[in-house]
């Protein structure tokens, strides 16, 4: 793949690495499940996601009109620029959202709306890694203490870099680097200009492709910090209120979604072209998408909600307060979700 191309991808996938922490979009369009007129007794419901190339997504936008046509909810599915999905929320014109656990608290805040988190979109394995040049001396995150790092904006992420620093060393990510925010974090590490700097895929493939070496990433750090190697970020969440209104619904779209997650384990080829034709990207370009998700390889148990993951979840908030990201955690995380598995 020739240095062009590889730009062009990552030009144009760089917002997915932000869907595994919910970040952005410069699309703006609408779409539905189908073509069937609105069946006025059916209960409107509108899910939107701020991303527009989530394969499972895109296909469950192609088949709503099928996945739902034996339940009293006439669906719609959406994708908003991140900058107006949550208001849109916040203001009720959806009732259901695609967004990472860390911004539940904000989404309180902000609106005063309780929510509830009922389906993994997305895990961070491995999510956001730090990488340093071949031949670096730096061999772990020890070995960064007090160094440049370059990372996006902290304002632009969700969370999972600040939370994994804190878990690893007990110290802020501000006070642990010298952290460079920028846009441009690739380019900096790769000029020479940082020691390391903290990515995710796809912006990731041409470095590691070029020879330069991660040397911890936010998976490895929840893991020996909590024993969880596929955290849960990017999920559906709704309001409290819609989930106990409609507990019919919530089982409906979980059934649905896994299984377009299991048709595209089966036989991917058809949920990406469905997925292409309702994204308007080529096959290939969701075929990447879907190996940064780590779609093919996601187990029946991570396409739910358990009990680890609220376990998991119930440490990281105290680590987001720590980090500054929240300014409270939580008082009962574990009311922030639904338990898939048991429907609880």
């Known amino acids: 793949m020739n240095r062009i191309r590889v730009t062009a991808i990552v030009s144009a996938l760089t917002a997915l690495a932000l869907l595994l922490l919910g970040c952005s979009s410069n699309q703006n369009n609408t779409q539905s499940g189908g073509t069937t007129a609105v069946d006025a007794a059916k209960t409107p419901v509108t899910i939107g996601i701020d991303v527009p190339f989530h394969p499972i997504f895109d296909y469950l936008t192609a088949n709503a009109d099928n996945y739902f046509k034996n339940t009293p909810y006439h669906v719609t599915f959406k994708t908003l620029d991140a900058t107006t999905q949550v208001p849109a929320f916040g203001r009720g014109d959806l009732n259901v959202i ?81 952290l460079s925010e920028t846009d441009a974090a690739a380019q900096q590490l790769s000029l020479g200009r940082v020691d390391a700097a903290f ?110 993951d609220v376990q998991t979840w119930a440490k990281i908030y105290p680590l987001l307060r720590k980090s500054g990201f929240i300014q409270e955690s939580p008082p009962d995380p574990a009311s922030l979700f639904v338990l898939t598995a048991t429907g609880k």
Not at 128 to 138: E, F, T, Y
Not at 240 to 250: G, H, L, R, T, Y
């Open 98 to 178: 695609t967004t990472v656990p860390s911004f539940m608290p904000t989404i309180k805040k902000q609106y005063g709306i309780d929510t509830k988190y009922f389906f993994p979109m997305a895990r961070w394995t491995p999510g956001p890694q730090l990488l340093v040049p071949k031949g670096s001396p730096v061999k772990s995150i020890e070995d960064l203490k007090g160094k440049k790092v370059a990372i996006a904006p902290l304002s632009s992420r969700f969370g999972a870099e600040q939370a994994a620093v804190e878990a690893a060393t007990g110290q802020t990510i501000n006070n642990y680097f010298q």
């Open 199 to 308: 990515l995710e895929a796809p912006a990731t493939a041409p470095l590691l492709a070029a020879g330069y070496q991660p040397v911890f990433s936010v998976q490895q750090a929840f893991d020996k910090a909590f024993g969880d190697p596929a955290v849960m970020n990017g999920g559906f969440i709704a309001s409290s209120a819609f989930v106990a209104k409609n507990p019919e619904f919530i089982k409906a779209l979980v059934a649905a979604t896994q299984d377009a997650w299991t048709t595209f384990q089966k036989d991917p080829g058809t949920v990406i072209a469905a997925a292409s034709k309702v994204s308007g990207l080529p096959p290939a370009q969701l075929e990447l998408v879907a190996q940064v998700l780590n779609l093919a390889q996601t187990t029946d148990a991570q396409k739910t909600v358990s009990v680890r």
